[in-house]
């Protein structure tokens, strides 16, 4: 992912209700180079990140259904759409493995982990230093 442009952000939504939770379910990272990034959780809590094209939703039945829908705000990753990555960092678990992913922009970063409760949690990181190439 490094040194590609983020053209094209899609995400998974659990919708119950017809109201969306409050984060993404699975989210995907397009890039200029044709690339699908598929950024989610697994079933140990550990946070898969794969190569992958997004799905189409289904239909839970009483539990509601999953919507896959472009996004172009209200992720903090929306708001680095036409950016460059320019770092990656990752923090593991030694039970789970990957816990946490880390995608550096020219700006600020934006943070991807599995939460204590097992859900994807996307949350703009800390602003980056002034003169970082």
Do not use: N
């Amino acid at each position: 992912m490094i040194g590609r442009r983020l053209v094209r952000l899609t995400a998974s939504w659990h919708l119950f209700k017809d109201r969306p939770a409050d984060g993404p379910v699975d989210v995907w990272l397009a890039d200029d180079r044709g690339g699908s990034t598929l950024i989610t959780t697994g079933s140990d809590r550990c946070l898969v990140v794969e190569s992958s094209r997004p799905h189409d939703g289904y239909d839970m039945g009483e539990c509601g259904r999953i919507g896959v829908l472009p996004v172009h705000e209200g992720v903090p990753l929306a708001d680095h759409l036409g950016e460059v990555v320019r770092g990656v960092q990752e923090e593991w678990d030694p039970r789970t493995g990957r816990v946490a992913l880390e995608l550096e922009f020219a700006s600020r970063s934006v943070r991807c982990e599995s939460g204590g409760d097992g859900d994807l949690h996307i949350l703009a990181a800390r602003p980056l230093p002034r003169g970082k190439c």
